[in-house]
């Protein structure tokens, strides 16, 4: 069965920075592209980032040049580094497999 569990989400103020993490069991990680998500309240759930299995990384506009996204297959886990947090960061965050198998999400707040 795959899991995946998110991390790292918190409150934070405007300028910081927070890591997430998406641990995942059941799968061999590496071998998929996995991706983050937002969902902020009202919102539609929207891209972030995503990783393929290749390493090759693509980034949504709106956090190009503020976020990182990583993985260490060894710990078949995804990180996701956002830096320069904006309060319309605010949003619960998901990791996926493929955009097929979802986390729970965690929540990262940024005040202003």
């Known amino acids: 069965q795959v899991q995946l569990v998110e991390s790292g989400g918190g409150l934070v103020q405007a300028g910081g920075s927070l890591r997430l993490s998406c641990a995942a069991s059941g799968i061999i990680e590496s071998a998929y592209t996995m991706g983050w998500y937002r969902q902020a309240p009202g919102k539609l759930r929207e891209y972030v980032a995503t990783?393929?299995?290749?390493?090759?990384?693509v980034y949504a506009s709106a956090v190009k040049g503020r976020f990182t996204i990583s993985r260490d297959n060894a710990k078949n886990t995804v990180y996701l580094q956002m830096n320069s947090l904006k309060p319309e960061d605010t949003a619960v965050y998901y990791c996926?497999?493929?955009?097929?198998?979802w986390g729970q999400g965690t929540q990262v707040t940024v005040s202003s």
């Open positions: 990783i393929s299995s290749g390493g090759t990384t």
């Open positions: 996926a497999v493929n955009e097929y198998y």
